[in-house]
C-alpha cells in the first residue's frame, strides 16, 4: 500500500494570504487527488493533479484560488490563494494506483483568521 | 441527481454488539463499492472492496453485503470493542465502467461504542 504525506500538518494564516501544502507518495501511483474536509462533513473533491500539466478540477473549484502542481509521478503541491475563513478545511491528498483502492494523506488542518 | 446516502450521523452501540452501517446509493451504477474508517484529524483508511459480482465480503469482524439491485451497502462491525469508534466511510467509483477515477465519498457515520 502507499504510504502518503502531507506538510505542514496544520497552519494558521491571515486573510488575504496564500498556503501551499505538498505531497509526497512513497511509491509510483497512476492517480493524484486533492480533497476538501469542513468540520463534520464528507470529503469533497478538489481536483485531479494531472502529471506534467494543468489539474482538472471539479465543480465549484477554480485554478486561480486552487492552483495545483505535479511535477512528477510522487509528487503534488496544492495553493489556497487569497484566504478567507471560508477556507479554514482539512486539506486531503489522495493517490492510486493500479489497484481501485485510494490511500490517503494525514490531512493539513488550516484555520484562515 | 447521484447521492450516496449513509444511514445516520451517529450511531451508538454496547460494546460486544453487532454494529450495521448502511450506504444507499441513487443514480450510479457503480463497478464496486469500499468502505473506509476515519479517525479524528486523520486521513480515510481503506478497509474494505466489494465488487458489483459480490453478495457479501469478509475481513476478521468486519463484513460488507452489496445489494445492486436495492442499490444498498450494509457494512458489520461485530464484537464490536470501543477501539473501533470512528466515522466510516462509504465509496464508490461514479463511474459505471470503474475505471480509475476519483471516488465518491458518502457523508459518513460516526460511530461510538460504548463499554
Known amino acids: 500500500s502507499a504510504v502518503i504525506s502531507q506538510k505542514p500538518s496544520r497552519d494558521i494564516c491571515q486573510r488575504g494570504t496564500s498556503l501551499t501544502i505538498q505531497c509526497q507518495v512513497d511509491?509510483?501511483?497512476?492517480?493524484m487527488f486533492w480533497y476538501r474536509q469542513q468540520p463534520g462533513q464528507s470529503l469533497t473533491l478538489i481536483a485531479t493533479?494531472?502529471?506534467?500539466?494543468?489539474?482538472?478540477?471539479e465543480s465549484g473549484f477554480v485554478i486561480d484560488k486552487f492552483p495545483i502542481s505535479r511535477p512528477n509521478l510522487t509528487f503534488s503541491t496544492l495553493t489556497v490563494s487569497n484566504m478567507s475563513p471560508e477556507d479554514s478545511s482539512i486539506y486531503l491528498c489522495?493517490?492510486?494506483?493500479?489497484?481501485?483502492?485510494?490511500?490517503f494523506g494525514p490531512g493539513t488542518r488550516l484555520l484562515v483568521l | 441527481s447521484q447521492k450516496i446516502e449513509q444511514n445516520s450521523e451517529a450511531l451508538n452501540i454496547q460494546e460486544g454488539k453487532t454494529a450495521t452501517l448502511t450506504c444507499n446509493y441513487t443514480?450510479?451504477?457503480?463497478?464496486?463499492l469500499q468502505w473506509y474508517r476515519q479517525d479524528p484529524g486523520r486521513g480515510p483508511v481503506f478497509l474494505l472492496l466489494?465488487?458489483?459480482?459480490?453478495k457479501e465480503k469478509r475481513k476478521e469482524r468486519l463484513k460488507v453485503t452489496f445489494d445492486t439491485t436495492l442499490k444498498q451497502s450494509l457494512f458489520h462491525i461485530t464484537a464490536s470493542q470501543p477501539a473501533d469508534s470512528a466515522t466510516y466511510l462509504c465509496?464508490?467509483?461514479?463511474?459505471?465502467?470503474?475505471?480509475?477515477?476519483?471516488?465518491?465519498f458518502g457523508s459518513g457515520t460516526q460511530l461510538t461504542v460504548l463499554p
Open positions: 489522495s493517490g492510486k494506483g493500479v489497484s481501485e483502492t485510494q490511500y
Open positions: 511509491s509510483q501511483v497512476t492517480m
Open positions: 493533479a494531472n502529471q506534467g500539466s494543468e489539474a482538472t478540477y
Open positions: 443514480n450510479y451504477s457503480p463497478a464496486y
Open positions: 466489494i465488487r458489483e459480482n459480490e
Open positions: 465509496a464508490l467509483d461514479p463511474l459505471s465502467s470503474g475505471s480509475a477515477r476519483q471516488l465518491t
